[in-house]
Antibody, heavy 118, light 112 residues
Framework: EVQLVESGGGLVQPGGSLTLSCAAS????????MTWVRQAPGRGLEYVAN????????QYLDSVKGRFTISRDNAKNSLYLQMNSLRAEDTAVYYC???????????WGQGTTVTVSS | DVVMTQSPLSLPVTLGQPASISCRSS???????????LHWFQQRPGQSPRRLIY???YRDSGVPDRFSGSGSGTDFTLKISRVEAEDVGVYYC?????????FGQGTKVEIK
């Protein structure tokens, strides 16, 4: 079964940093665009960033540009999201997913919770 | 950003009856590659989102055929032919034609 498992969430103070990881298994990770999508408490879904198969193209939501960095290590079948200068409005469940905008099998992780609060 | 507007936002349905959700985009989602980048997701309570439909009308693997998608341009619809108890949750449309990709507000489907 195709799996994505996120980790790295937690409680962080405003202005702090956190790095999320997503481990992929049983699919050829290196051949797919990957994405991070977040969901604030009681709210809808929001695309945060995505990254091309070889890491050569990255796109970011305007509100995280310059603060968040998406990256991947295909040798380790892993996706990352480095988050700096965190704000209260970044509080959300962060999901790792095979980019759902592509016409192939779609997979989502279980999510990891980030809480930004003093 | 492209605004995705869903209606209704709440949809009480009787088991076995049909349900329909509308999604309108503020810009056309048709691409020069011939594809239309409109997708539908289901999020059951306490679960991660799951894509049901991609490219307007293509069902993802394992999705029951009671789910169907239709539409073109800026106007799209998700239909459930006969609602079952397991269909309770929030449904989102999403556009991937214009960055940033954006989701609708969500439609909460519940059983009457």
């Amino acid at each position: 079964e195709v799996q994505l498992v996120e980790s790295g969430g937690g409680l962080v103070q405003p202005g702090g940093s956190l790095t999320l990881s997503c481990a992929a298994s049983t699919f050829t990770f290196s051949t797919y665009w990957m994405t991070w999508v977040r969901q604030a408490p009681g709210r809808g879904l929001e695309y945060v960033a995505n990254i091309k198969q070889d890491g050569s193209e990255k796109q970011y939501l305007d509100s995280v540009k310059g603060r968040f960095t998406i990256s991947r290590d295909n040798a380790k079948n892993s996706l990352y999201l480095q988050m700096n200068s965190l704000r209260a409005e970044d509080t959300a469940v962060y999901y790792c997913a095979k980019d759902p905008n592509h016409f192939d099998e779609n997979v989502w992780g279980q999510g990891t919770t980030v809480t930004v609060s003093s | 950003d492209v605004v995705m507007t869903q209606s209704p936002l709440s949809l009480p349905v009787t088991l076995g009856q049909p349900a329909s959700i509308s999604c309108r985009s503020s810009q056309s989602l048709e691409n020069s590659d011939g594809n239309t980048y409109l997708h539908w997701f289901q999020q059951r309570p306490g679960q991660s989102p799951r894509r049901l439909i991609y490219g307007v009308s293509y069902r993802d693997s394992g999705v029951p055929d009671r789910f169907s998608g239709s539409g073109s341009g800026t106007d799209f619809t998700l239909k459930i032919s006969r609602v079952e108890a397991e269909d309770v949750g929030v449904y989102y449309c999403m556009q991937g034609r214009h960055w940033p990709n954006t989701f609708g507000q969500g439609t909460k489907v519940e059983i009457k």
